[in-house]
């Protein structure tokens, strides 16, 4: 630079201040473009060689108030992006969850048994085999147990109560029930719990809930039975649905039922009028029915094994799976009940 080097300079500033001002860039690229190593303000510097000695200190004086000038706007600019706030915009509504759909049929399902005054309790998902098999009329060797497809756990084995497993069915609530009342009727549980077996279609799952209701007293009959079948019948799946028993077979029950209730898409008819009217089979129960479980009267070494005296206590009991009859209710119509616990939310989010 000439004796003009002085003016050079400070135009040279005033060209990169307006590009400073201008330039749209990010906070930490406008960082390294300007005050950066190799940036415009270090090689702006480098010309303060070029001034002549008695403007030196002058343009020593210009290039420090340039950068402090740049350090000021980057921090100035960095702290507005992170304090603006607009008020004026929506807010982001927070996803609601809700109870899983099977967790709301239990809390229906005990609410109807409660209100007739039977008491909700749970017992072990991990219990001995006395109170899931031997106690319910099933000694070790006794084949019918080869139904309940059970998990077995790896324990060293009890005396008395034998091996432990995963329950396969709520059943062996009743036994400790008993146990629980000191063998003194009367008895009115409602015992709902998770239950396992080695099972996997589409009405079964490894692993699922059962809801058992045990019921003894002096003179308990088939009646008290059936009416409190017809009870749930019409608080669950709505007025005019009806219960239905058949003969069965179980250990631990005798006599043993299987319980249905009619279908409410064909009224119990099994047959559905189309528009000619003609009549054809309902697609959903085939047959005017649905299966939900199992029951019968409390059998006499059951009572025995709790304590009760079958000569003067009698009792009903049954157990149902909570997905199975949760299914059937109108407008679900679930045909697969895996869904539950596939952990798909576009189908959890249904209800
Ligand atoms: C029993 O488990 C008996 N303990 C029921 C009982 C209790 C009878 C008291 C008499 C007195 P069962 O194995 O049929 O019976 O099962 C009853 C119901 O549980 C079935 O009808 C079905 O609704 C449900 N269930 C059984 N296994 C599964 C499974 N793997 N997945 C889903 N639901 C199941």
Not at 263 to 287: M, R
Not at 307 to 333: C, H, M, S
Request: overall charge positive; charged content about 25%.
């Amino acid at each position: 630079m000439s004796d003009n080097s002085i003016n050079n300079l400070k135009q040279a500033i005033t060209k990169l201040r307006t590009q400073f001002d201008n330039e749209d860039l990010d906070l930490d690229a406008k960082k390294t473009a300007y005050l950066g190593k190799k940036g415009s303000f270090n090689e702006l510097s480098k010309e303060i060689k070029n001034v002549s000695n008695e403007n030196k200190r002058e343009a020593g004086k210009l290039l420090n108030e340039l950068k402090q000038y740049l350090q000021k706007n980057l921090v100035d600019n960095s702290q507005q992006k992170t304090e603006w706030t607009d008020l004026t915009l929506p807010g982001i509504k927070q996803k609601k969850g809700h109870i899983h759909p099977i967790s709301q049929a239990i809390e229906e399902i005990s609410d109807i048994f409660q209100k007739i005054g039977f008491t909700r309790v749970r017992y072990p998902e991990v219990d001995w085999d006395f109170y899931a098999f031997e106690a319910l009329n099933m000694p070790s060797d006794h084949p019918a147990r080869d139904e309940w497809e059970t998990f077995f756990v790896k324990t060293p084995q009890n005396k008395k109560m034998g091996k432990m497993v995963l329950t396969p069915h709520t059943s062996n609530g009743q036994v400790r029930e008993m146990e629980r009342l000191k063998s003194k009727p009367p008895i009115r549980m409602i015992n709902v719990a998770r239950c396992y077996r080695r099972q996997q279609d589409v009405t079964h799952t490894q692993m699922f809930h059962q809801f058992e209701g045990l019921v003894v007293d002096k003179g308990i009959t088939i009646q008290h039975l059936k009416g409190t079948l017809d009870y749930f019948a019409e608080k669950f799946y709505g007025p005019g649905t009806k219960s239905r028993i058949r003969p069965f077979h179980f250990q631990f029950t005798e006599p043993s039922f299987e319980v249905d209730f009619s279908c409410h898409i064909c009224k119990g008819t099994g047959l559905i009028t189309d528009e000619h009217g003609d009549k054809n089979k309902c697609s959903f129960c085939k047959s005017g029915w649905h299966e939900v479980g199992g029951a019968g009267m409390v059998h006499p070494n059951v009572l025995k094994a709790g304590g009760i005296d079958p000569q003067e206590y009698t009792g009903f009991a049954f157990g149902w799976g909570v997905e199975r009859t949760y299914t059937l209710k109108e407008g679900l119509n679930i045909d697969d009940i895996r869904y539950f616990y596939s952990g798909e939310s576009r189908f959890l989010k249904q209800f």
